[in-house]
């Protein structure tokens, strides 16, 4: 049995929130938009949240079918999304709307899951916390060939006792600020929630409004946690 809490936070309200959560039934999906300057031309008229939560949804769907693998339900969730648009949009536009992917499903006796670009999936297994990312690996956006890129596996569920998908907006107190680890951050998200790690990065941000301390492009960026727990039925 997986038990998941989640939260996902605005990272400015000059700027639509591009991440999005979705779960059900032992499924759990987290996406981060990719973020490019908002006078940009993407060919697109939908806009970037509406393409993530198309995607994040059908993916969702996928999983809850045991039949396909992660990497199967991801290139259906993108052919089924490019479909959504309707035929009136430039899906072949270098800014077309993409975005990262983290999902998790637990099917019989272990979990799979599937990481795509630069969010982040953390797996504690018996004490051992593993940080999986798959920088390099490129965008979901309209191809679906792409989801023959990501990062996937199955742990068996015996051994795994808690797992969380980030985005990088959540990740920044370990992987940019180095105020944290990976361990730690399971153990607040284990003993506060997300919310509070959540909270953990702003303040951290906060502490340092003009990036003199930790340089980055965005004071504040949006920011999502799944966390999940593992029990014996």
Not at 32 to 43: A, C, N, Q, V
Not at 85 to 92: K, Q, T, V
Not at 95 to 108: E, F, I, N, S
Not at 135 to 153: M, W, Y
């Amino acid at each position: 049995m997986m038990r998941v809490s989640w939260a996902c936070e605005q990272g400015s309200p000059a700027r639509p929130n591009e991440d999005f959560v979705a779960t059900a039934l032992g499924a759990v999906v987290v996406l981060d938009g990719m973020s490019i300057d908002m006078d940009l031309e993407t060919g697109c008229g939908h806009g970037r949240p509406w393409y993530v939560g198309q995607l994040a949804t059908r993916l969702l769907v996928g999983l809850l079918d045991h039949a396909l693998s992660p990497d199967a339900a991801l290139a259906q969730a993108i052919t089924g999304t490019a479909a959504a648009h309707g035929g009136r949009c430039d899906l072949s536009h270098p800014w077309t709307p993409a975005t990262t992917v983290v999902a998790l499903r637990v099917r019989d006796q272990a979990a799979d899951y599937l990481v795509l670009a630069d969010s982040t999936l953390l797996l504690d297994q018996d004490g051992r916390v593993t940080a999986l990312t798959a920088v390099g690996s490129g965008f979901a956006a309209a191809d679906p060939r792409v989801a023959g890129r990501a990062l996937t596996g199955r742990v068996p569920l015996p051994e795994l006792r808690r797992a969380a998908l980030l985005t990088d907006g959540a990740t920044r107190l370990a992987d940019s600020f180095g105020l944290t680890d990976w361990p730690q951050t399971l153990a607040t998200l284990a003993g506060q929630g997300p919310a509070a790690l959540i909270e953990q990065v702003r303040e951290a941000e906060r502490s340092d409004p003009d990036g003199r301390r930790w340089p980055r492009h965005k004071r504040h960026d949006d920011a999502t946690v799944a966390y999940c727990e593992f029990a014996t039925p």
